[in-house]
């Protein structure tokens, strides 16, 4: 018997730049999840496999960064391929005065995959306006962090079962945390209720709230953790962006706001789970660890199969 409707072509992301989440609808999360999936069994079973033999990432940062960059490398060296890592770029022509397009030129002649961090919102876009092979964005300044809202996204799935019905809570600096941004504009695909908690100054920024009213989802916006807690499926914490503050005596008026301790945790559901992109410099005492709720860990991990999938599939062997 034939079937009534034609199976759906599978998403190909081959050849393709991942710049930004407005990128992804819920096929083609489906469909990476289902392979990030995939290569943690692989993972976990045979360390790996060689679907990227042959191949090579440039690794380039322009921002600090630990888990981003490494994920990556380790992602693609899992895969068989191998890595052009540049996070020092003091050392490299970058310091010499050398373009973002120049560099990025330059590395897309040696290597078939570029992945950017960089300061300046639109610098990934840019660049992939250069370059004929994959660009895919670490960190764009205060814009996106596509990659990370994958792996986020694919946390809550993985932990909770799927997103839809969820109560999403963000806390902390909510103007200048690119992972935030990402992660609301990745979540309008589904059915969730968001709660912001920051001060005044880090609020969630207008562009970011169009698209959460734009797609008819509800949220609030409030200043008091302890009042958005009972609520919340999900708690996704942030650091303050010390380094995008022009006033630090501002900085240091916010930096302490919010602290997510044992106490806290008294309050909020038994199935909550508690997420941050790391790094966490003090928003999470060390105590909540061991709470089975802390995910943050785990959603780290989560971060390396996201970045295979991605790897594998931007290179047309996924
Ligand atoms: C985040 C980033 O760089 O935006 N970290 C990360 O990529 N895991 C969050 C942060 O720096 O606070």
Do not use: C, W
Not at 206 to 229: F, K, M, N, Q, W
Not at 245 to 266: C, G, I, N, P, S
Not at 268 to 279: D, N
């Amino acid at each position: 018997m034939r079937p009534s409707h034609p199976p759906l072509p599978t998403p190909s992301f081959a050849g393709q730049d991942i710049l930004s989440v407005s990128q992804f609808d819920r096929t083609k999360l489906d469909y990476i999840f289902g392979v990030a999936h995939e290569m943690r069994v692989l993972v976990e079973r045979f360390g790996g496999a060689d679907l990227l033999q042959g191949k090579i990432l440039a690794n380039l940062f322009y921002e600090p960064s630990t888990r981003t960059s490494s994920s990556f490398m380790a992602a693609m060296m899992r895969l068989g391929g191998q890595v052009i890592p540049i996070n020092n770029v003091q050392y490299s022509s970058v310091s010499k005065g050398e373009s973002l397009p120049d560099t990025i030129r330059t590395l897309e002649s040696y290597a078939d995959v570029i992945v950017l961090r960089h300061p300046e919102v639109g610098a990934a876009a840019t660049a992939a306006r250069y370059a004929a092979k994959p660009v895919i964005n670490a960190g764009d300044g205060v814009g996106e962090h596509p990659t990370q809202a994958l792996l986020d996204l694919f946390t809550i799935v993985e932990e909770l079962g799927q997103a839809d019905g969820l109560t999403i809570t963000m806390v902390g600096d909510l103007k200048y945390g690119r992972t935030v941004h990402s992660l609301t504009k990745l979540l309008v695909n589904y059915n969730v209720t968001f709660r912001f908690v920051s001060p005044e100054i880090l609020r969630m920024p207008d562009d970011v709230l169009d698209v959460v009213r734009g797609t008819g989802h509800t949220y609030d916006e409030v200043e008091s953790l302890p009042d958005a807690i009972a609520a919340s499926d999900v708690l996704y914490v942030t650091r303050i962006q010390r380094e995008r503050f022009t006033d630090l005596a501002v900085y240091d008026r916010v930096k302490d706001l919010y602290v997510v301790d044992e106490e806290l945790l008294t309050q909020a559901k038994e199935q909550m789970i508690v997420m941050h992109p790391l790094p966490r410099v003090g928003e999470i005492s060390y105590g909540v660890d061991d709470d089975p709720r802390a995910a943050y860990f785990r959603q780290m991990r989560n971060g390396m199969y996201i970045r295979m999938a991605l790897l594998a599939s931007v290179l047309g062997r996924a």
